[in-house]
């Protein structure tokens, strides 16, 4: 046992730390830090950084141009580029999609799509969410039906992360209807600009624009657009969702949160004194850091696990729902800190020119409460993550 | 004992909810938000019409109501349907200072407050103060026969709308002592007075004051000089009963629409809430509903004892822990669709978060309570 990280571990650190110094640029660390909204420009700006480097795809295998980093060093990584406040890399393409192509995708769409999400010239989108398919993603209705060599796609999909950015979306369709729901669902990789495509915005409780719907009809997909098999989509979707788990626990990003936290309460005040001093404040921010601690444990443990060959069990489950209710509870403590200022609509004071109104920490806290209700909603919801702990566990 | 509404306040009731189940929907609300008042005068002169603000003033004051359980109908309702318009700021706190503290003269903008023709902000808050009633910085120094007033007021609700701001300012002593804070009647447009106005999270808008050698007559004081406190607590106390009414009722609502949604929507081929773990979660909102519903009648039926402040305080923190349960766990047992800026509980939610902002969150009215309570 030791809980230390072992030499070569700290030189890489110190490496990516020293990266970070030198190449990330303060306007977008600034614009991270205070939780101001990244544009594409900005996301994109900070991937070519990356893959300057080699550093863009840390999962991916060396012959396809990534890091092929283990588990402690990606971990490493995220959690010194989230306390550094750089972009999150948006995921969509690097590690939702293209670890299904490495794994399914014929030779053609590997050499031709791979190099493309590294160098930027493609922004993927996931079509997997329906109106009526959320929980239950496997009971999908948007239909792919053959047609010479096209496929004529018809349906909708939902809660489609930055798809007004994204030229191309990977989707889940249904190729057999007549089959169980999981043997009828084929993948497929769209164009967006293809006729027939309408992109609509959902507009988030706190006024943002970063989900969407996407509404098929008689859209016209070249059948060499398919990955691997028919009928075999379920399959590669699992297989997604079970390997980019990594950073499930947001370690990194509850740090960061906790840090800002204690600034934003050390400059408030309560009863004349600063706010981190306030008994019933103080009691809990000193729950949640405790919790944390034993959390950012938890994670070392399993990437450890991970890092020695073994693959992540309900572990990933588990250090789900534990990571958001400790990254909501954190969300919660900003808020409660800055007090009346928590009440201020951000929309004049984080975008635009305005000063801000109040103390400058306190314009974000709002929307990132209300925002990050999402994170044990989206990507399995809690609820979908704590059946299946039971389930394993209990051998369903 | 006795736990049903008298008559009268039945009557309220009923005609309130009517009139906001048939004109205040999701769509008309949300236009409403993002209009560029934040408020509708239509809405607000028809609710003045229905006795909303009369309700909240005694026979001697002016009105029809005015007692704990008249704030409490009056705000449950309001909450219930996510109505923004600034009652709570015009009436309770404006209109219930000048019918505490205001000579003849002053009391005839009372009137017209009533009738629903005048609106007013009570300007207290400052940058720093946070939930502190008595922290006030701002000053107020005579000069003859005249007042200058300077000082910055933050989070003013309803500043740009209102004809004259409430506006407390220190005339002696230190910025949290409570001897020495006085009120004033200030027209909106007096010179100095500037402000710099804004939306809220949770819909209508809000200032941030700053008056610069701000010069009013001697006789725009309400009340007498540096003994402005105990008004304000007065107003303050039924404020809160207004604001655990209005959360109790906007926390009706979202369990309702929880209800609604765990019985229509299907997953796995069955209603979701024929699922243990979400039908169980449901359960547990109910049973905290009823603790929040005894909460404010608790505070409602002991508004005009001497024990108010305590009972407040108690119902306050209940009612803001109760309130962040059911907000939470509402959105979370509907999943994404509850994040979307035009579905009803994603207004109700944040209006039940944001009652935790003023005057005092749950942590603030704990240590009040303990307070009291050791006293």
Redesign the interface.
Known sequence: MDLNYTEEEIAFRDEVRAFLDEKLPKELSDKVAARDHLGKEDMERWHAILNEKGWLAPNWPKKFGGAEWNAVQKHIFEEETARANAPRIVPFGLSMLAPVLQAFGSKEQQDYYLPRILNGEDWWCQGY?EP?????LA?LKTRAVRDGDHYIVNGQK??TTLGQYANKIFCLVRTDPDVKQQEGISFLLIDMDTPGIEVRP????D?VHEVNEVFFDDVKVPVENLVGEENKGWTYAKYLLTHERTNIAGVGYSQAGLESVKRIARA?????KPLIE?P??AA?LANVEIDLMAMSTSNMRIISKAAAGQAPGVESSMLKVKGTIIR?EIN?LA??AV???????????VEGDNDP??PDYAAPV??A???N??L???GG???IQ??IIAKVKMGG | MNFDLTEERQMLQDTLRRYLSDKYDTETRNKIIDSEEGMSAEIWAELAELGVIGALFTEEQGGFGGFGFDVSTVFEELGRAGVVEPFLDTAVLGGGLIARLGDDSQKELFEEVIAGSLHLALAHGEPVSRYDLSYVESTAKANGDEIVLNGRKSVVVNAEAAGQLIVSARESGDAADQDGISLFLVPADTAGLTMRGYPLFAGGRAAEVTLDEVKIPASARLGEAGKGFAALSDVIAVADVALAAEALGAMDTAVELTRDYLTQRKQFGRPIGSFQALAHRYSDLLIEMEQARSAVINAAGHLETADAARQNASTRNLIGRVGRLVAEESIQMHGGIAMTKEYELAHIAKRIVMCDHRFGDIDYHLERFIELSAA
């Open positions: 969410s009526g398919a959320g929980s239950d009971s939902t809660w959902i507009i988030l409780l006024g408030e005040r309560a009863n004349g306030n019933q404040f809990r909501q919660d808020r409660r007090g009346p200022y928590a009440m201020p609509f951000p929309s004049e004071t109104i109040g709002s929307a409460y209300f925002n209700r999402k044990s909603i989206f919801s809690n609820e704590r059946g």
